[in-house]
């Protein structure tokens, strides 16, 4: 175990702030990640919370104003529990940085994403006590971590449509996996948005604020939104850009790793696929010739609506070298985008090209 209390093999990207993945096989055929292998990702110094001092403070376009001790909140709401997979909209840019640089960003693999159990109370019941006022169309949220990724640096947040908000998923966490929530995640309390961008999933949260606009918070309102390919992100101001809500549909290969050396003959390949927002997974396709034709994979339902669904098919490996491409297919019957060059953006963002990894068979 090393810094954080993760495995000793996580892809460190960064100490400080700290960013990090478990390399793929450690999520292959787990419903839930292990609290040592779920991936972090910190766009500043992790703050050190005491969770007898903090207090939830839940205002803006509400009738009642609220101030909420842990203890209220676990006192005096009802507790809910969601089994929930979060994705960093920055997972997977290796394969955009693998078509044309992106200086500054780090090369995240399928790694940044994870599924825990989620403790805590629903954010909805939450609002309704504060009493939304009818004026309210986002719900914001606030954090002491500051990050001087923005220029002036400024404390981390984000925001949420009401819609959003209100559904049951959406979760205000004390506990990840039965355990309290570590610091590195977000502890004493953080919000979990299931099917959104890990981003919206602020943590440490301090403050909720009902109003008419998004967040003006540099991660809502510059960051995390995709330019086209030829804008300039440095030069990137408030608004410009499509801003991420709702993950798109994507899969990894998790099993066998990429340059894995292996006999041929029968092999099994593994991997998760991750619908995004209310949609499923309907399909997963794997092909060890770049796409000409596809064998349909075993797809387990997941553990909820809100869980990433493994994937699983034995194929016969030739000898030699091999790559192999999987896709997946959502329950609206729309399947994941072929090139990675067609999606690339100057932030790297959403990448949801079909996976693909070489091995070579012997
Ligand atoms: N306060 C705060 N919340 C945050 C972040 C952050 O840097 N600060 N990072 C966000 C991003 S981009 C992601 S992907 C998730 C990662 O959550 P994890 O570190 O628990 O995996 O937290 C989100 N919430
Ligand atoms: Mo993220």
Not at 75 to 89: R, Y
Request: proline share 9%.
């Amino acid at each position: 175990m090393s810094v954080w209390e993760k495995r000793d093999d996580m892809v460190v990207h960064e100490e400080e702030p700290f960013n990090a993945e478990p390399p793929p096989g450690a999520l292959a055929g787990r419903a839930t990640t292990g609290l040592e292998s779920f991936y972090s990702r910190n766009h500043g110094p992790i703050p050190d919370l005491d969770p007898d001092q903090w207090r939830l403070r839940v205002d803006g376009l509400v009738d009642r104003p609220l101030e909420l001790s842990l203890t209220q909140l676990r006192g005096e709401f009802e507790e809910a529990e969601v089994t929930a997979t979060l994705q960093c909209a920055g997972n997977r840019r290796a394969g955009l940085i693998a078509v044309r640089d992106i200086p500054g960003e780090d090369p995240w693999g399928p790694g940044a994403t994870s599924t825990a159990l989620w403790g805590g109370v629903r954010l909805a019941d939450v609002l309704l006590r504060a009493g939304l006022q009818a004026a309210a169309r986002h719900v914001a949220f606030a954090a002491p971590d500051i990050s001087d990724l923005a220029d002036p640096s400024q404390p981390y947040g984000g925001s949420i449509p009401v819609h959003k908000a209100m559904e049951a998923g959406v979760l205000l966490t004390w506990s990840m996996n039965g355990q309290h929530l570590p610091r590195v995640h977000g502890g004493p309390l953080r919000v979990v948005v299931p099917g959104w961008i890990g981003a919206r999933s602020v943590k440490w949260l301090t403050r909720i604020t009902a109003q008419e606009q998004p967040s003006d918070n540099y991660f809502q309102a510059t960051a995390y939104r995709v330019l086209p390919a030829e804008a300039d992100p440095v030069r990137a101001g408030p608004g410009d850009g499509i801003s991420l809500g709702s993950l798109a549909l994507n899969c990894a290969i998790l099993a066998p790793a990429e340059g894995a050396v292996l006999p041929s003959g029968p092999g099994r390949i593994t991997g998760y696929a991750l619908a995004g927002d209310d949609r499923r997974v309907a399909r997963v396709d794997v092909s060890l010739n770049g796409g000409r034709s596809w064998v349909q994979a075993d797809v387990d339902p997941g553990e909820g609506p809100w869980t990433w669904q493994h994937w699983y098919t034995t194929l016969d490996l030739p000898t030699g070298d091999v790559e192999i491409t999987a896709r997946a297919w959502d329950s609206t019957g729309a399947a994941q985008p072929e090139s990675p060059a067609h999606l690339w953006n100057p932030k790297g963002y959403a990448n949801n090209s079909w996976s693909r990894i070489k091995v070579s068979c012997r």
